[in-house]
């Protein structure tokens, strides 16, 4: 791995701040969510990057970014989540499978032969709780057979994982449920306040304005291998609802569901909680401390506030 030269970041995944006013992009429905967040952080601790916009299927486009760019690290947030939701990709498998298979394995191969790291973000949607793993018991570990693939997003994620968790090179971050403290249609909270019911089961999460500088932590490091990519401590959607009705809409209202989900999905949802033991005691060694999901979220929801307010 270049170790001497200043850090360069190539990153896949869309969204650029020099092109795209940030206003509209984070408004802007399939411009990488995720990959904003991230650059955000790049342009803010001054580091060098630049966004490709090849697709990460493409072997031959992908080399040729490589030698453009010289980047030394590579992170990728490109994937196929499915719009508006991840029953898009039971009716889209095969281009599932380019984005989140063979596109993933394909970013990873490359730079593996070019000697790069590569940060690639995943997911922990390829859990549910079990006999083994209960609500309030265990969390799964990093190192846990994973066990649902009733969804075809889930099971491209597995597979991905499978293949990725080979290479010396990667990184492998397991984003679950992610919030981020933005009014984007992908955002959990935005998703949660346009439901008239809810589900209200205890689950991992990723609040990401306190974990994505951990993730250039990693990267920055060199640090390899899959990590729970979420907050401690588990949130209900209650939870979530009742810090939103304190912080940001007073007037929110919702009601709970449970197995009438079953019916209007075409693809089962998971539920689970992660053990982040592992991403705790590596980000402390970096002196990266992680908030619990609930401080995280009381924080990422005064600023969405402060954003509404900023807006008028
Ligand atoms: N947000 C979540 O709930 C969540 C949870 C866990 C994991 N993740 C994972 O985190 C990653 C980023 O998610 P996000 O929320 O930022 O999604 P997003 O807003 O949909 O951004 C993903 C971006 O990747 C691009 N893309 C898809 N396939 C590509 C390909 N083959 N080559 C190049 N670009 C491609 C998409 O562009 P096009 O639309 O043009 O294809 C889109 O701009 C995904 O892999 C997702 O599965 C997200």
Redesign the pocket.
């Given at each position: 791995m270049p170790s001497e030269r200043a850090l360069n970041f190539l990153i896949?995944?869309?969204?650029s701040l020099q092109y795209i006013h940030h206003e509209i992009s984070l408004t802007f429905?399939?411009?990488?969510?995720?990959?904003?967040?991230m650059q955000e952080i790049l342009r803010s601790t001054g580091h060098q990057h630049t966004v490709?916009?090849?697709?990460?299927?493409?072997r031959e486009a992908v080399l040729s970014e490589i030698t453009r760019v010289e980047p030394t690290h590579v992170i990728?947030?490109?994937?196929?989540?499915g719009?508006p939701n991840m029953d898009w990709c039971e009716t889209h498998k095969q281009?599932t499978i380019?984005?989140?298979i063979?596109?993933?394995a394909n970013l990873a191969d490359c730079c593996f032969l070019k000697g790069l790291h590569l940060t690639h973000?995943?997911?922990?949607?390829i859990y549910d709780y079990d006999k083994s793993h209960p609500w309030g018991g265990p969390g799964y570990t990093e190192e846990d057979e994973p066990n649902f693939t009733k969804s075809f997003?889930s099971y491209t994620?597995v597979t991905s994982e499978k293949i990725l968790r080979h290479y010396p090179n990667v990184l492998i971050l397991?984003?679950?449920?992610?919030i981020a403290a933005d009014l984007?249609p992908?955002n959990?909270i935005v998703k949660l306040s346009q439901y008239e019911k809810i589900v209200n089961v205890p689950n991992s999460g990723?609040i990401l304005p306190s974990l994505l500088p951990g993730a250039l932590l990693l990267a920055e490091n060199n640090e390899t291998g899959v990590y729970n990519f979420a907050n401690p401590g588990t949130f209900t959607h209650n939870e979530i609802m009742e810090l939103l009705k304190k912080h940001v809409w007073p007037s929110l209202s919702w009601s709970n569901f449970s197995e009438e989900q079953r019916k209007i999905l075409q693809a089962p949802r998971s539920n689970l909680k992660m053990d982040v033991t592992k991403l705790e005691k590596k980000l402390h060694q970096y002196g990266y401390d992680l908030p619990s999901s609930h401080e995280a979220m009381e924080e990422a929801f005064k600023k969405v506030k402060q954003l509404q307010e900023a807006r008028g």
């Open positions: 896949f995944g869309k969204y429905p399939g411009n990488g969510w995720i990959s904003g967040q490709s916009y090849v697709r990460i299927e493409n990728n947030t490109a994937g196929a989540r719009n281009e380019r984005s989140n063979i596109g993933a973000f995943g997911s922990g949607c997003y994620k397991r984003v679950r449920n992610p984007h992908k959990m990723s």
